[in-house]
């Protein structure tokens, strides 16, 4: 395989071990060094077959991602080399990360010579034989399997199958904008000459050669990139602040800490694609003045770290990181931190204080990071999906990034969707993309013929949407008249089956667990909150003493607590703490009051405020759920149809799970 | 034996400062699974931090144990759309067979169980993680099968 690290000819002085700055586009569109037609064939041919627009044998592809992973795709990916190694066939076989439709996982894809490539869901390791004996042996594409192919670029001359439908105009793809995701889940995230072939690394290059770091805030300012972590501060303007402030050592640090619950799109970027957010934080590392940099990511994602590693390596090697980057004079390195797993670590100051080996504690502000951050250096902390918007707009300029989105929201959001919806995975839309798209038309809506009820938005600082807002269109602002907010970006559907206040319940639970303990209201009001939740929740057989009027007497007072939680608390955790419960509280009322009032749980969720009775004339009286039951609450004679006492009942719902007559009735 | 094994960690972060501190006692527990009281003490004179602070840091995170866990460590998710998709019933189902609560490991010392708050496979929910090994899709049924699974491979002597 030609490899663009291959020198054209002799007449072409530089290579990765002595660039030049235009080394990238003399590599990809040159060469620029010199005039020879032979060397502009040579390259062109190296970067087409990069580009897999030439293979000279079959290419599978096989999405490794953590989530191809657990669906099982390495047990696809080992029986699949085993196939070809069984029936003799020369093929490459290359791991790619996660394309974004985690629903039909795993996902393999074909390249036959001369062919498109074809993308295959469903492929397990039982039937990937079949599949490849069919597109390799016999040359046609089981329909029930086709995901669909991928387009060739103009002028390439890959032929298309017949009869497959094309990958772009899937319900799931056709109505996406994939910038960040572009080449996740398509090329092979080890190589970093796959990358540059496809346009990586020109964005850097050309910022370091021709703009100063002013001019660069400047355009990321102009373009209106905001923070996509959760804040959405505008980063231009925050870079400005670490570029005024005058110091010999600035650091930049990627926050990769994707701590919410139900977001993975950093996982994927980093699995996926990792240059490109190696190129981002290139460039924001310029254009803050930066020399050092750290990407703060969760231990919890170990292939992603792998990624990394991988990645820093090979960027160190073509010379695109290091010292004297492409001869500009312009220095960086990069470390890897791993974060040891608290929530509260995705707060700036909380992670500043994680790198300097302390609790993970916020502390207050100002000073800001952007003045005194890490170490007591100006510091700028940026979210991964921020950093790989970046290589875009540098090389495209902000009017190309600010002519998609709304208003006061620029670019494109990817959103990680899970829950009850038939097409989880993770979706890069427009600024101003409506939630009913999102879930209707993306995401093929609910599955088994049940009603949406809500889409919780932005994790546990967030709030749930409920039906009459869908028509929302997406951005900062518009999500926080709802009550919600944009978060990292996570979107879990809910349907009728699911409880609100559980929800509420699960946030609240989750929160006062990762309270990091400094500031009170957080600490004490969260765990208050979570009290009053579970009290109300809890069913009449286990309340004593006066635990009936504390009930009521928290539910008095839990709005007033939350709002006091929301203006009191240190950092962006605590005063966002409250959210799930005012949100919940404000668009499901009716289903706190059936909790209360009426000791209910209109979803059938909260097991013990459940009630049970069994059928007279189902039950054929085996005995089994009197047995079972763990508080003796069933009576009856053998042969006879038994019946629950309702004082005894804990509501467990074991006599459901072990009665083989579905006689007993969960109301 | 353990006290060598932590002296070679540390001669690997020489004159370190509190900031490599997290990384040194992650490195401890990958090595050991835990971290024990004798590395807290170790790592506290290598640093020159008292072994309060170190012991500090490390209960904060969620990520160290400080009891050794089971040849088999299963993490159950209990992230959002996991909760959403019926982790609790999963995560029931495990105690239930296992006869263990979350941070405990059973007698035999084959299995042991941490809840923890998210994977990253949010759109194959509920997912289990078994010594980093995926199961995806999971129902309370099918606890069972997967538990048998590895006890079959922990008599086996195939644990990795």
Known sequence: MAKLSDKCCQACWHDWDNPCPDLVECMTAGPVCHDSEPCKTKRQAAIAELRREVVSEPVLFVGTGTCGLAAGAGKTLATAKRWLEEKGIAAKVVEVGCIGLCAVEPILDIQMPGKARVSFQEVSADSVGELLESVMVKGDLPEEKVLGQHRPVEGSALEPWQGAAWLDEHPFFAPQTRWVLANCGIIDPTQIEEYIARGGYAAMAKTIRSSTSAELCDEIEASGLRGRGGGGFVTGKKWKFALNTPAEQKYLICNADEGDPGAFMDRAVIEGDPHRLLEGMAIAAYGIGASKAYVYIRAEYPLAIKRLHEAIAQAHKYGLLGHNILDSGFNLEILVKMGAGAFVCGEETALINSIEGKRGMPRPRPPFPAVSGLFGKPTIINNVETLANLPGIALKGAKWFSSVGTAGSKGTKVFAVSGKINLTGLVEVAMGTKLRQIIEDIGQGIPNGRKFKAVQVGGPSGGCVPAQHLDIEIDYESLKTIGAMMGSGGLVVMDDQTCMVDVAKFFMNFVQRESCGKCIPCREGTRRMLEILQAITRGRGRETGSDALDRFKGVMYLQRLAEVIRDTSLCGLGQTAPNPVLSTLRWFRDEYEAHIYERRCPAGVCTELLTYRIDAEKCRGCTLCAKKCPSGAILGAPKSPHYIIPDKCIGCGTCVEVCRFDAVIKE | ?160
């Open chain 2, 1 to 160: 034996m353990i006290t060598t094994e932590i002296d070679d960690i540390l001669q690997r972060h020489p004159n370190a400062g509190r900031s490599s501190l997290i990384p040194i006692l992650q490195e401890v527990q990958e090595a050991h699974g835990y971290v024990s009281k004798d590395a807290v003490v170790q790592i506290g004179g290598h640093l020159g931090l008292p072994a309060a602070k170190v012991y500090g840091v490390a209960t904060f995170y969620n990520q160290f144990r400080f009891a050794p866990p089971g040849q088999f460590h299963i993490q159950v998710c209990r992230g959002t759309a996991c909760h959403v998709k019926g982790s609790a019933g999963i995560l029931e189902a495990i105690q239930q067979l296992l006869k263990i609560q979350p941070g405990q490991t059973t007698r035999d010392g084959i299995f042991s169980l941490e809840v923890v708050a998210c994977i990253g496979a949010c759109g194959l929910a509920p997912v289990i993680a078994v010594n980093g090994e995926f199961h995806a899709k999971l129902t309370a049924e099918a606890i069972k099968g997967i538990i048998d699974e590895y006890r079959e491979r922990a008599t086996n002597g195939q644990a990795e």
